[in-house]
């Protein structure tokens, strides 16, 4: 049955039947905002680290156009906007209670290349996602305790020897071939059902209708593995155990998935060089430059910056002396950049610490009275202890008179010149002290 926004709250009670029902969840969010902008080749990197590619994905944004228009117009469009957004609040609640039966049941959740599918479910049904990727896989974890992606599936034992084409419209061909045994599916009489004979691909529900079958066929493959074999392997048998929980990254060349429940994969990339060049530099150029050292594989990084990978790391030493002179690029290792990189994060992060530590220190002294002043003022009025004046809200002219009473003839000039962290308002405090001193003497009688 196809639930849309005009008959979803008379149906939600069926949402809720069928999820109690149901094996497995099979998901496909069908994004058509995150190819706008920069390309996907110019977003990810063949080297990318698993942090790296999850902070990528994370900035990712959308671009709006702003046209002038009048005031009238600007009113009718702003009620305009008010309206959707309320509209589509109502609605987002309103579906959030399917995300948040989802994962109270516990159920897997399947789906295919599907971190983007998560990462957009996460942020737009539970909170922003974190800043840190471990605390991202923390927090999806508890969200979803169980997920499965068909396309890391495919790519891995025993499935990769016998697949050459992990796209979801092509792994579904292929599991309708021998050695699988695709699922019969039967429709609810009265209710449309998809015919795969038609393809509707990228469409939200037939995409995710397909990448189920894709599961069911690949885990019925592995019952064949058994003694004796079994025909049907369910969505909780332990032999698909070993593909929860890690999803497929795209486009690294060297971690083939993120994974949420431990720490990720890290290849050494002894062979893997950091070039950086001129602007006008293209991939022929690149293939130029080392020419001399067989095949290479090269990830741009931006205009100006690549990763060049060897075929024997032997030969990265060679690599990076031949660069010592050049005056056009320069070569590094992937360790060398990844150290530099590592030791520009921590100045950036000592900065912004020392930063808030001032900030910090000037917040908690708001007066920023003098020491010697403070002691004085708090023995002339027997105050007991500096919280108790904090605590007092003075205007103006009670600080000035305040001020005054407390300096009138008793704070020498050597105390005056005394000074302490805060300098500027120091400098003040000491004109406003002399400039009332000489006041009380003028205005003294003879």
């Known amino acids: 049955m196809e639930i849309i926004r005009s008959n979803f709250k008379s149906n939600l009670h069926k949402v809720y039947q069928a999820i109690e029902e149901a094996d497995f969840f099979a998901i496909d969010g069908e994004f058509s905002g995150i190819s706008d902008g920069p390309s996907v080749s110019a977003l990810t990197n063949g080297f990318d680290t698993p942090e790296e590619r999850y902070q990528k994905l994370k900035k990712k944004e959308r671009y709006i156009v702003i046209s002038k228009v009048d005031e009238e117009e600007r009113k009718r469009r702003e009620q305009q906007k008010h309206a959707k957004e309320q509209e589509e609040l109502n609605d987002a609640v309103g579906f959030s209670r399917v995300i948040h039966a989802i994962a109270n049941s516990g159920k897997l959740v399947i789906g295919h290349n599907m971190l983007l599918d998560v990462m957009h479910t996460v942020h737009q049904f539970y909170c922003p996602l974190p800043a840190d990727l471990s605390e991202f896989k923390e927090m999806t974890t508890c969200v979803f305790p169980r997920l499965l992606d068909t396309k890391l599936m495919a790519s891995t034992q025993p499935f990769k020897d016998i697949i050459n084409n992990t796209s979801l419209a092509e792994l579904e061909k292929r599991l309708k071939e ?115 050292f067989g095949n290479i594989q090269i990830s741009w990084i931006d205009d100006t910056s690549a990763f060049v990978s060897l075929s024997q790391p032997e030969q990265v030493k060679i690599a990076v002396n031949t660069s010592k002179y050049a005056e056009s690029y320069r070569i590094q290792t992937y360790a060398e ?58 205007s103006p002219s009670q600080e000035e008179a305040g001020l005054e009473d407390g300096v009138s003839g008793e704070i020498s000039d050597t105390e005056l010149e005394q000074t302490d962290s805060c300098a500027e308002p120091l400098s003040e405090g000491r004109k406003k002290a002399k400039k009332l001193k000489r006041m009380k003497k003028e205005l003294s009688p003879a």
């Not at 509707?200 to 599961?215: P, R, V």
């Not at 912004?352 to 002043?373: F, G």
């Open 337 to 394: 950049y990844m150290g530099r990189k590592q030791e520009e994060k921590q100045i950036k992060r000592k900065w912004t610490e020392d930063s808030w530590k001032e900030a910090d220190s000037k917040r908690l002294n708001p007066q920023c009275i003098p020491y010697t002043l403070q002691n004085h003022y708090y023995r002339n009025n027997s105050f007991t202890a500096p919280s108790t004046v904090g605590k007092r809200n003075l």
């Open 178 to 292: 021998t050695p699988f045994n695709p699922p019969k599916v039967e429709s609810a009489e009265g209710f449309p059902s998809y015919d795969t004979a038609s393809e509707q691909l990228h469409e939200a529900g037939y995409d995710a209708y397909i990448t189920g079958l894709c599961f069911i066929s690949m885990a019925n493959y592995l019952g064949s593995f058994l003694s004796p074999p079994k025909i049907h392997v369910s969505a909780r048998s332990k032999l698909i155990e070993p593909f929860f929980n890690k999803l497929f990254l795209m486009r690294v060349m060297d971690i083939p998935y993120l994974n949420l429940e431990g720490p990720d994969l890290q290849p050494k990339r002894d062979h893997v060089l950091h070039v950086t060049f001129p602007k006008e530099w293209k991939t022929s150029d690149l293939y130029q430059l080392f020419s001399a």
